[in-house]
């Protein structure tokens, strides 16, 4: 009979330890997970609140039109959307006048390496019409792209051209189109 004490006592010990250390760890894990779900909560709150703020829109009567991209460039930098944190680490070529600067062409290797520029695409067709990604046929090419930097097809790449524009902030990637933009346009 003292065997069967012995094991009923042993088993007892067990079922005992067993049951703290899950209700422990429980309560651990537990705690783990709602610190990381009060801090989900804390970013998104502090997020929305940002949402919040009124933000800069167009006449509403302007909604479906789409914004000049020289215009939509001079916001971000008006806004503050420039990271200049990255400056010190990468070589660029910045004259004292902006008005001088002009886009030019960079390697492939070089698109989107600065954090504070934007990047966009746009389309060069056949007919010698520069389009962003929406068809909207960029007016002032001199201004964005550089009409010099459209004679580099084929440099790098036979289907692209890459032009960074230093006074907008913005890594441009145009893609060659064999096709009319007005056969695009049409459809």
């Known amino acids: 009979m003292s065997k069967v ?16 250390t899950w209700k422990v760890l429980k ?3 537990e705690q783990i ?17 940002s949402d919040n ?7 509403e009567n ?7 991209i020289m215009e939509y460039a001079a916001k971000l930098q008006e806004n503050g959307y420039t990271n200049y944190s990255d400056s010190e680490n990468k070589e660029t ?24 520029y934007d990047t ?15 068809d909207d046929v960029i007016e002032e090419v001199d201004d964005v792209v550089g009409t010099e930097s459209l004679s580099h097809f084929g440099e790098y790449e036979d289907d692209s051209v890459f032009v960074r524009n230093d006074r907008l902030k913005c890594d441009y990637e145009i ?13």
Request: glycine residues 4%; proline residues 4%.
């Open 5 to 20: 004490k012995n094991l009923f006592i042993f088993a007892a010990g067990v079922a005992f330890g067993s049951f703290v």
């Open 27 to 29: 309560d651990k894990y």
């Open 33 to 49: 997970a709602q610190d990381e779900i009060d801090s989900v909560k804390e970013v998104f709150s502090k997020k929305e609140s």
């Open 53 to 59: 703020k009124e933000p800069i829109l167009a006449e």
């Open 62 to 68: 302007e909604h479906d039109e789409k914004p000049n």
């Open 93 to 116: 070529v910045h004259k004292e006048d902006d008005s001088v600067q002009k886009p030019y062409v960079i390697s492939p290797d070089e698109f989107g390496e600065f954090a504070g």
């Open 120 to 134: 966009v695409s746009l389309t060069y067709y056949a007919d010698r019409v520069l389009a962003d990604d929406n």
């Open 175 to 187: 893609l060659l189109d064999q096709r009319k933009f007005s056969d695009v346009r049409t459809k």
